[in-house]
């Protein structure tokens, strides 16, 4: 029978899976992998190692897992990323990551400076910030000009998975409106003064839509991968669209809420709409439009916690149910990696307050959930703020399981969640968008199963934390600067 491969590159682990054209799962793979951080605020992965490695490896098991013949390829990815190659696809550095990696600092200064903070939203839909590649390729310029010497070619991590399938050099209209300030969202083109003046003589790839084929695999890869020579492969994306894509977030008033290491928040748009303190972007589809929040910690929180306690996630979800709503009168800041949307704060640090000798793992636990929960709530605010009015918020990724946390997130913003069946991700999304482009993907893919509505008894208790969560970040923003620089 046939199948369609997806495979999504994330920042903990990579993850494929095989599914027949009416949804149904096959097999699935997952490789883990580290994140590396050589210096404070640095972020990378090996892409060789990390990216193509990953994705030969679930490519070869996933294929060996059955007789089934492969029909469609779709890939993902975490991004907007920066990877430097030479003229045939070698990486030249490790790549440098999305949002999380704050070392362009001085650059998005310049750049906001010298284009104009208005002028770059107006064509690019966001400001400048740690999450533009922009900036980035002008710090590789400066700082390492050896390797810049030698870059040719740049690449995100699906990109780079599909140029060594098929040999093409293309990057999706999504992920590009994502390398502000390069990518004009009104006109769907490079912008030539502003890729000239920041990175002259770099060819930028071709671009395509998430779904469009670019290309099909090659002798070489089809070695490589086990996958056979032929198949064609769609140009794919940034996983945060691509999960969208598994969770039925498609259609305009959707709003997509992922849980992973990174929060992540996608609303669906019709129409434009630009916001200081949030992302604009073109849609994965021609003639959409997303408006776009990210968290730099979630998940990343969680596991720290359960590394620092030797407990397992099981035990942990079952001691912060018992702490209690508030968990016992602590309260915390999740900017452990400085924060992205609505702040832009590269600076911002973590803080837990209100500690005593009576505290417990659960309790810092029952925070960390919390935390992230406020941290959703003011990111769905900004988007009112710009005009966004979502019909439906779906939530999907892998911390939706267990039922805590989204209870709570449920109760902090006051909305329902809809949890659709299949929780695999984004890997799913790129096998159905593959299949879709190929005219085979039939049914209702990922129906909804799950709906949490919120308590409505814990809404009083919340939106009073809330405000002391907002006030906590604007009085000790000083102390968490200074502390900052001193981890430089």
Same mark, same amino acid.
């Given at each position: 029978? #046939?199948?369609?491969?997806?495979?999504?590159? %994330?920042? *903990?682990?990579?993850?494929?899976?095989?599914?027949? &054209?009416?949804?149904?799962?096959?097999?699935?793979?997952?490789?883990?992998?580290?994140?590396? @951080?050589?210096?404070?605020?640095?972020?990378?992965?090996?892409?060789?190692?990390?990216?193509?490695?990953? =994705?030969?490896?679930?490519?070869?098991?996933?294929?060996?897992?059955?007789?089934?013949?492969?029909?469609?390829?779709?890939?993902?990815?975490?991004?907007?990323?920066?990877?430097?190659?030479?003229?045939?696809?070698?990486?030249?550095?490790?790549?440098?990551?999305?949002?999380?990696?704050?070392?362009?600092?001085?650059?998005?200064?310049?750049?906001?400076?010298?284009?104009?903070?208005?002028?770059?939203?107006?064509?690019?839909?966001?400001?400048?910030? +740690?999450? *533009?590649?922009?900036?980035?390729?002008?710090?590789?310029?400066?700082?390492?000009? #050896?390797?810049? +010497?030698?870059?040719?070619?740049?690449?995100?991590?699906?990109?780079?998975?599909?140029?060594?399938? @098929? %040999?093409?050099?293309?990057?999706?209209?999504? +992920?590009?409106?994502?390398?502000? &300030?390069?990518?004009?969202?009104?006109?769907?083109?490079?912008?030539?003064?502003?890729?000239?003046?920041?990175?002259?003589?770099?060819? =930028?790839? $071709?671009?395509?839509?998430? %779904? #469009?084929?670019?290309?099909?695999?090659?002798? $070489?890869?089809?070695?490589?991968?086990?996958?056979?020579?032929?198949?064609?492969?769609?140009?794919?994306?940034?996983?945060?669209?691509? $999960?969208?894509?598994?969770?039925?977030?498609? $259609? &305009?008033? /959707?709003?997509?809420?992922?849980?992973?290491?990174?929060?992540?928040?996608?609303?669906?748009?019709?129409?434009?709409?630009?916001?200081?303190?949030?992302?604009?972007?073109?849609?994965?589809?021609?003639?959409?439009?997303?408006?776009?929040?990210?968290?730099?910690?979630?998940?990343?929180?969680?596991?720290?916690?359960?590394?620092?306690?030797?407990?397992? =996630? %099981?035990?942990?979800? /079952?001691? *912060?149910?018992?702490?209690?709503?508030?968990?016992?009168?602590?309260?915390?800041?999740?900017?452990?990696?400085?924060?992205?949307?609505?702040?832009?704060?590269?600076?911002?640090?973590?803080?837990?307050?209100?500690?005593?000798?009576?505290?417990?793992?659960?309790?810092?636990?029952?925070?960390?959930?919390?935390?992230?929960? =406020?941290?959703?709530?003011?990111?769905? !605010?900004?988007?009112?703020?710009?005009?966004?009015?979502?019909?439906?918020?779906? *939530?999907?990724?892998?911390?939706?399981?267990?039922?805590?946390?989204?209870?709570?997130? +449920?109760?902090?913003?006051? !909305?329902?969640?809809?949890?659709?069946?299949?929780?695999?991700?984004?890997?799913?999304?790129?096998?159905?968008?593959?299949?879709?482009?190929?005219?085979?993907?039939?049914?209702?893919?990922?129906?909804?199963?799950?709906?949490?509505?919120?308590?409505?008894?814990?809404?009083?208790?919340?939106?009073?934390?809330?405000?002391?969560?907002? /006030?906590?970040? @604007?009085?000790?923003? /000083?102390?968490?600067?200074?502390?900052?620089?001193?981890?430089?």
């Amino acid at each position: 029978m #046939d199948v369609l491969l997806g495979v999504d590159i %994330g920042s *903990a682990s990579s993850k494929g899976v095989l599914a027949r &054209p009416d949804g149904t799962v096959v097999a699935t793979a997952v490789r883990e992998h580290a994140l590396s @951080t050589p210096r404070p605020g640095w972020v990378e992965h090996d892409a060789e190692q990390v990216w193509w490695g990953d =994705f030969v490896a679930i490519a070869r098991e996933l294929t060996a897992a059955t007789d089934d013949r492969v029909v469609g390829v779709g890939v993902s990815g975490i991004g907007p990323c920066l990877l430097a190659a030479d003229e045939t696809g070698k990486p030249l550095r490790p790549a440098i990551l999305y949002g999380i990696d704050t070392r362009a600092v001085r650059e998005i200064a310049e750049l906001t400076d010298s284009y104009g903070e208005r002028n770059i939203i107006e064509r690019c839909g966001s400001p400048l910030t +740690s999450q *533009a590649v922009g900036p980035k390729l002008l710090w590789l310029r400066r700082n390492e000009p #050896d390797v810049w +010497s030698r870059t040719r070619r740049i690449f995100m991590a699906s990109s780079l998975i599909v140029h060594r399938l @098929t %040999g093409a050099y293309v990057l999706d209209h999504h +992920s590009a409106s994502q390398c502000t &300030p390069l990518y004009d969202q009104l006109a769907h083109s490079w912008i030539p003064e502003w890729t000239d003046d920041i990175a002259p003589g770099l060819a =930028f790839p $071709e671009l395509a839509w998430p %779904g #469009d084929v670019v290309g099909k695999i090659s002798t $070489e890869a089809a070695a490589a991968t086990g996958l056979p020579p032929g198949a064609p492969v769609i140009a794919g994306t940034i996983d945060a669209w691509a $999960e969208a894509v598994s969770a039925g977030v498609t $259609e &305009p008033g /959707d709003l997509m809420l992922m849980y992973g290491t990174t929060m992540f928040m996608v609303a669906v748009l019709a129409d434009r709409l630009t916001w200081p303190t949030l992302w604009g972007t073109v849609g994965g589809k021609p003639g959409t439009f997303n408006l776009a929040g990210g968290m730099a910690t979630s998940g990343a929180i969680t596991d720290w916690l359960r590394r620092l306690t030797g407990a397992d =996630f %099981g035990t942990l979800v /079952d001691e *912060a149910r018992a702490a209690g709503r508030g968990a016992d009168g602590l309260l915390m800041l999740p900017y452990f990696a400085g924060e992205r949307t609505p702040l832009f704060d590269t600076e911002a640090r973590g803080i837990v307050a209100g500690l005593t000798l009576r505290h417990e793992r659960g309790h810092l636990y029952r925070a960390a959930l919390e935390a992230t929960a =406020f941290g959703v709530r003011h990111n769905l !605010e900004a988007m009112r703020a710009a005009g966004n009015t979502h019909q439906r918020l779906v *939530a999907i990724g892998g911390g939706t399981k267990g039922g805590l946390w989204t209870q709570i997130v +449920s109760d902090v913003v006051g !909305e329902s969640q809809h949890l659709p069946e299949q929780t695999i991700g984004a890997c799913y999304g790129d096998a159905q968008l593959v299949g879709e482009t190929l005219g085979i993907a039939t049914g209702s893919w990922n129906p909804i199963a799950t709906v949490i509505e919120p308590d409505p008894a814990a809404a009083a208790d919340y939106d009073s934390l809330y405000r002391l969560y907002r /006030d906590l970040y @604007t009085s000790t923003i /000083d102390i968490a600067h200074t502390l900052a620089a001193r981890q430089q």
